[in-house]
Nanobody, 123 residues
Framework: QVQLVESGGGSVQAGGSLRLSCAAS????????MGWFRQAPGKEREFVAT????????DYADSVKGRFTISRDNPKNTAYLQMNSLTPEDTAVYYC????????????????WGQGTQVTVSS
């Protein structure tokens, strides 16, 4: 199985940018479809973005489309989430997750999860 560790979270002012990383170990990243999710206090975990094994296909939640970019570097066993034009509504714990098939948006479709990294956007 794969272990996932997120990094790159922090505090930023509205309009700023952050790049999250998700480092995989245990198995090669190219085995998995990767996804990013987020969970704000008092809210359910929600889909942010997903990318297929090769990186050729992606899907985004409407709320982040045009601002966030998901990517992956399979030789480095790392997936990324570039976040631009951040707003306070983007404040949440961000999780990366791995699965085997498709480009799913549901949390139940993902088998492996990281521990999360906090992103805080101030106005």
């Amino acid at each position: 199985q794969v272990q996932l560790v997120e990094s790159g979270g922090g505090s930023v002012q509205a309009g700023g940018s952050l790049r999250l990383s998700c480092a995989a170990s245990g198995r090669t990243l190219s085995t998995y479809v990767m996804g990013w999710f987020r969970q704000a206090p008092g809210k359910e975990r929600e889909f942010v973005a997903t990318i297929n094994r090769s990186g050729a296909s992606t899907d985004y939640a409407d709320s982040v489309k045009g601002r966030f970019t998901i990517s992956r570097d399979n030789p480095k066993n790392t997936a990324y989430l570039q976040m631009n034009s951040l707003t306070p509504e983007d404040t949440a714990v961000y999780y990366c997750a791995a699965t085997f098939l498709g480009l799913p948006r549901g949390t139940s479709a993902y088998k492996y999860w990281g521990q999360g990294t906090q992103v805080t956007v101030s106005s």
